[in-house]
C-alpha cells in the first residue's frame, strides 16, 4: 500500500494517511517560515550561562526597536519564558478561530511568545518526554502558531547538542545561532562542541556572547572584574566568528527576572544594559536592519494600493 513502505501489516492505510499528516505540517511550517526574516537560535553547550536572559532581553531589544518579534521557547523540560516576562496567560483560554492557527501570547505591541507553559493546565507539572514528542512539538510551534509578518523568531534552547536545537536546525534552514558563553574554561569546552555542532549541522553562526563578565557593584554601579574575563572573546577568534560583546553580573537582573520584568532591555542606567545595548546593535547590524513591514509595503505584489502602500486604507 502506498506510504506503507511495503509492509503488509498495515492494511488500515494509516501509514499513508500519517505521511500526508507529516507533508501537510510541512507545507504549514514553510508557509509561517516565509513569513519571518531572521531566525535566531539562542543556544550553549553549558547550562546556566544565561540563555534565557539573553533571549529574553534580546527579543524585547529588537521589539523595543520598532522590529516585529517572535520568541519561541524551545527548553521544553524547563521553560522559564512566561515567568520571566510575567506571562500567565493560558492557551485554553485564548480565542481560537474555528479551523484557524493558534494565537500566540503577546507582550506588548512588537512582541509574540509562545511557551510550553502557555499550553500546560499546571505548570509544575513535569514534562516527561522521549525526543520524538519533542520533535513534534517544535513542529507544532512552528505550523500552528499565528507568528504572522515578523523581522525576527528569537529562538531559546536548552543547553547541550540534542533534540531541541537538532530540530531547529532540521526543520529551520535558515536558522542561524547565538552562542552564549560565561568566561571560564570548563564553559568554554561545551560551547566549543556547540560551535562544532553548528559546522555539523551547516548552520552560521552570528556571534558569541559572553555572560557574567565581571559584576556590577550594587552601591557604586561600577564594574569589578571578580571573575575571569574574555575567554569568550578569544573563543570568537579561535572560531572566526564575531564577537557580539560582554555582559556583566548585576544582581538587578536577577531581581528582575523573578519580577517578570526584564532589566537588560529596560530604560534603567547601568553597565549591563549598556553593554547588552551594544549586543543588539552589533545583531541588528549583522541581520540588517530594514524592518520586514517596509519590505512589503515596497514590494507591491498583492498590494492594493501599488507601489505606494497606506496600512491604513490597504486592503491586503
Known sequence: MAGCGGDTSCSSGSCGSKDAGIAQQDMAIASSLGRIKNKLLVMSG?????????????????????????????????????RMLNLTDRLQDANVKQGGLLPPMTYGENLKVISLEYMMENRDDPIIWRGPLKVQAIRQFIADLDWGDLDYLIIDAPPGTGDEPLSVAQNIKDAKA???????????ADVRKSLNFCKHVKMEVVGMVENMSGFVCPHCNKTSEIFKSGGGEKTARDFDLKFLGKIPVDPKVVVAGDDGAPYLSSANVSPAITAFSEIVDNVEKICGKQKVSLAMAGSGSDCGCGGTCNPETCDC
Do not use: W
Open 46 to 82: 553549558k547550562g546556566g550561562v544565561g540563555k534565557s536572559t539573553v533571549s529574553v532581553n534580546l527579543a524585547l531589544g529588537l521589539a523595543n526597536r520598532g522590529y516585529k518579534v517572535g520568541l519561541m521557547d524551545v527548553d521544553l523540560h524547563g521553560p522559564d519564558i512566561c
Open 178 to 188: 547565538v552562542v552564549v558563553t560565561t568566561p571560564q574554561e570548563i564553559a568554554l
